[in-house]
Each structure stands twice: as structure tokens, then as C-alpha cells.
T-cell receptor
Framework: DAKTTQPPSMDCAEGRAANLPCNHSTISGNEYVYWYRQIHSQGPQYIIHGLKNNETNEMASLIITEDRKSSTLILPHATLRDTAVYYCIVRVFNAGNNRKLIWGLGTSLAVNP | DGGITQSPKYLFRKEGQNVTLSCEQNLNHDAMYWYRQDPGQGLRLIYYSQIVNDFQKGDIAEGYSVSREKKESFPLTVTSAQKNPTAFYLC?????????????FGPGTRLTVL
């Protein structure tokens, strides 16, 4: 079962910031939050990940609340090419102590001209 | 260019036939993964391998088989025992010891069983 909940869809105007929320209220202390995106009928693409500190890279920023029960992915200046399904994922350890990504249903982001 | 290739992009098979999907990577990654994606759904893990000649079942391994004879290759066989094989299949790889699990995905194979 997915450990994250996301809104099924969002819209954003081109050039504006896109803020994608994610709830992960049952996350454990050693479980990371990852974000991937998937453009239609392609393989997913890694965006960013974090544990408890805010993170930024060339693609996006990740803001994690202090209690770690939710996070927000920020695309600072959305373009039409950012239209995709965005997955918020928790990395867990399975029974064999191997790392595993738990994928949810994602948010379909539409960037409009 | 380094990357992951999957072939073919589209595959059609008759019910009851086994079919093997190809996945090759030249990223020198130790770990490789197979996922299945159904319409409007997230990815579900079928099998993964962290090292040559070793692989582990994921969440939905029934009706599938894999091999890992070479570091670069991780083929997936969809057997006739898989009840609903029509799906989008994605292969991924990552550095085993990186600890970050940034997975690099191939373009996927869309399998349709008639």
C-alpha cells in the first residue's frame, strides 16, 4: 500500500510556480521522501529526494515539514514541458532490509499557456 | 550516451504464449528493477536484482521470471501463468551502494496480449 496521498490533478500557469503537496503521515524516522515525474508513456524521471531538511537542485525544491508528515515539491517557473504525472514516494526497508520505493497514484500536473 | 534501453516499444502476443522483454544498461549500475504499470496506477515492483546471478521477488512476481547473467542485462519473461499480462513494463537501474536509490528508467515496453 502506498504511504503517500496526493491530489489527483492540478493546474498551473506557464511561468508561475507549481506547488505540489504530498501527505505521508505514517512515515518513519529513517524513510526518505522521493519525487519522480512521468511524462506520458515514458519512463519516470528522478527529480529530488530528502529526509528532513529542505532540498534544492536545478529542477526543483523540496520542502518537508518539521514533523515530516507532509512535503511540497516546488517547480519555480513551470513550463509546458513540465506537464506530467508527479509521484511522491517513500523509500522503505523491506523484510530483507533492502531499500524499496513505494509508489502512489501521483498528481497529474497540467501547465497551461 | 549512457542509458537504459528496452525493446521492443510495443509487443503483441497471443494468450498462452510466453514472451521475454529486453532490458540493457550501460551505466555500470549494479542494481536493476522491473516494474509494471497499469492505466492510471502507480508502479508496482515485479523483480529486482542487486548483483549478477542474484535476484529477489517484488510485490507481484507471480507469473513472471527473470535472469541476471550479466551486469548489463536483466530480461523479464512474462509466462502464460500471468493472468493479466497486458500492461506497460518499465525497467530501471541504480547504483547499489549509492544509498540514494536514484533509479534511472528505460522508455518502457507496452505489452498487449490478445
Amino acid at each position: 500500500d502506498a504511504k503517500t496521498t496526493q491530489p489527483p490533478s492540478m493546474d498551473c500557469a506557464e511561468g508561475r510556480a507549481a506547488n505540489l503537496p504530498c501527505n505521508h503521515s505514517t512515515i518513519s524516522g529513517n524513510e526518505y521522501v522521493y519525487w519522480y515525474r512521468q511524462i506520458h508513456s515514458q519512463g519516470p524521471q528522478y527529480i529530488i529526494h530528502g529526509l528532513k531538511n529542505n532540498e534544492t537542485n536545478e529542477m526543483a525544491s523540496l520542502i518537508i515539514t518539521e514533523d515530516r508528515k507532509s512535503s511540497t515539491l516546488i517547480l519555480p517557473h513551470a513550463t509546458l514541458r513540465d506537464t506530467a504525472v508527479y509521484y511522491c514516494i517513500v523509500r522503505v526497508f523491506n523484510a530483507g532490509n533492502n531499500r524499496k520505493l513505494i509508489w502512489g497514484l501521483g498528481t497529474s500536473l497540467a501547465v497551461n499557456p | 550516451d549512457g542509458g537504459i534501453t528496452q525493446s521492443p516499444k510495443y509487443l503483441f502476443r497471443k494468450e498462452g504464449q510466453n514472451v521475454t522483454l529486453s532490458c540493457e544498461q550501460n551505466l555500470n549500475h549494479d542494481a536493476m528493477y522491473w516494474y509494471r504499470q497499469d492505466p492510471g496506477q502507480g508502479l508496482r515492483l515485479i523483480y529486482y536484482s542487486q548483483i549478477v546471478n542474484d535476484f529477489q521477488k517484488g510485490d507481484i512476481a507471480e507469473g513472471y521470471s527473470v535472469s541476471r547473467e550479466k551486469k548489463e542485462s536483466f530480461p523479464l519473461t512474462v509466462t502464460s501463468a500471468q493472468k493479466n499480462p497486458t500492461a506497460f513494463y518499465l525497467c530501471a537501474s541504480s547504483m547499489r551502494d549509492r544509498g540514494l536509490d536514484e533509479q534511472f528508467f528505460g522508455p518502457g515496453t507496452r505489452l498487449t496480449v490478445l
